[in-house]
Nanobody, 122 residues
Framework: QVQLVESGGGLVQPGGSLRLSCEAS????????VGWFRQSPGKGREKISC????????YYADSVKGRFTVSRDNAKNTVYLQMDSLKPEDTGVYYC???????????????WGQGTQVTVSS
């Protein structure tokens, strides 16, 4: 069964850090691009980061650039999103999704995780 499972979300104070994990099962993540999406309260889901499956090139939305880092560990079939200097506006449900390429649109991604909640609040 093809599955992506996110973990690592939680409640953190502003300025804090979290590391999200996206573990794949039922397929090999090595050659897939993995995107991270965020759905904030009252907003649509936005793509915030992606790591290519071909050359590990990365993409970051302006809202997270310099604070978030995406990486992958193929031996663990897992992609990570390190989130530092968190702000209240980073609050939302975070999803990972896999696709052959770092597509710009949700519809391009074949596999999705169930999401993990991140809350940044004092």
């Amino acid at each position: 069964q093809v599955q992506l499972v996110e973990s690592g979300g939680g409640l953190v104070q502003p300025g804090g850090s979290l590391r999200l994990s996206c573990e794949a099962s039922g397929f090999t993540l090595d050659y897939y691009a993995v995107g991270w999406f965020r759905q904030s309260p009252g907003k649509g889901r936005e793509k915030i980061s992606c790591i290519s499956g071909r050359d590990d090139s990365t993409y970051y939305a302006d809202s997270v650039k310099g604070r978030f880092t995406v990486s992958r560990d193929n031996a663990k079939n897992t992609v990570y999103l390190q989130m530092d200097s968190l702000k209240p506006e980073d609050t939302g449900v975070y999803y990972c999704a896999a696709d052959p390429f770092c597509g710009s649109y949700e519809s391009e991604y074949d596999y999705w995780g169930q999401g993990t909640q991140v809350t940044v609040s004092s």
